[in-house]
């Protein structure tokens, strides 16, 4: 008797995934607030789900942040390619938990959707994986495991976007010799459509600090020639921007765009479609200028994350001496991420009003990413896709920046970077109500069980010229 198709595998693996994302989502992974205890017990429950979908060398490989990044690793047979499945499982802060419709550490399905913190960002693509794998042991004994050497990531610190996972693969050199990494970060351009991600901006934040009194000073008896802190602050990062919202740093460059002008129809966002993906206000004005998928994927953006101020419940009628805020600018592709620091810091001290003295730390730099899509398996995972999905695939940009894939691609320069995963518009991860339609879930599983089985066929066919195929077998695949 034949295993049945990968499909109906992972269809029945599905109720299993819901149990498995539900334990990971009720621990509170929180980069930089959560205690130790929730990230080693996430760690060896991810091992622990590693083991049992048929992976069976563990180790836990401690981070400098005191975090555990999980290695799973199934060997192949002697030359067998290698792939490494990479996905993270600590997550963003829940911020105001009473702003959710359901608690954000509860997975919970509502209309058709599971709703929790990391349910796509990323616990999800950590499940994903899992189910992929499954789907592949569950067929065996009728169809053998690829003939491919798999190893898992599980990341634990992925977003300080801080290069923590560069620091500790350098630590062990030996660890990988990937020919493929599908990071699973990502996700589809709506949903239903598979989509794999081709290139990512690079981001610079730093922390500004701008001071003007020596004291705080009551309003009405010094306010008018004292100048305040806040004040100054707001100016200033009002300069950021141009009247249409463009941003002022990096400085324009009217031929970046073109340079960098994504391949096949990844360059189409439809403003319409954009508008609604992000939950723009009727009547709000898009801001910036060029399309809205240059805009978002390949010019800058420049964001301020959060001013230091009183809140409104404890303010009082003072002039205050100091005043911080946290400033981002997601770089092009290809831009020195470094130079773009030096020239955030230039365009602040320029323009800091009255005087007033400026201080500037650098908090992150991220590298930008773009891929090469010209390979064996990135050929083999958009046919992959097409199938498991039933149509074809996509490639985009993104907006966002993932050290990882700098990481992987500084240190395994030959590999192919795969970048893909379960998220959609209305996932709104690092937001309120983050979610993951288990569709996704699933047919991301199924294409990714797919592309392992293939991938190991056609390496062993010799295809190594980066046209992939379905290898001559004389029978169907099992799809």
Known sequence: MSAPPLAATVRSLMPRAHDDLAELVALRTVVGL??????RRAARRIAALLTDAGLPEIRLLPADDGTETVYARRPGPPGAPSVVLYAHYDVVSAQDETAWRTPPFELTERDGRWYGRGSADCKGNVVMHLTALRALQDALPHEPFPELDVVVLADGSEEPGDGSLEKLLRAHPGLLAPDAVVVADTGNAAPGVPTVTTSLRGMAVAEITLSTLSRPLHSGQFGGPAPDALTALIRLLATLHDSRGTPRVPAPDTGRAAAYALPGDGAAYPEADFRADAGVLDGVDLIG??????RLWTLPSVTVLAVQSPPLDDAVPALLPSAKALVSVR??????VSAVHEELAGHLRERAPWGARLDIRRVTSGPSFRADTDGTAHAVMRDALRDAFGVPSREVGAGGSIAVCSAFSTLYPDAEI????????PSNIHGV???VSPAEIAALAHAEALFLRRLAAVRAEGGTDGAARTPSTGRQENR
Do not use: K, N
């Open 289 to 294: 200028v060029g399309t809205v998928a240059d």
């Open 433 to 435: 109500d983050e979610s």
């Open 331 to 336: 770089t092009p592709p290809g831009a020195d």
């Open 418 to 425: 795969i970048l893909c995963g379960v998220e959609d518009p």
């Open 34 to 39: 959560s205690p130790p205890d929730q990230f």
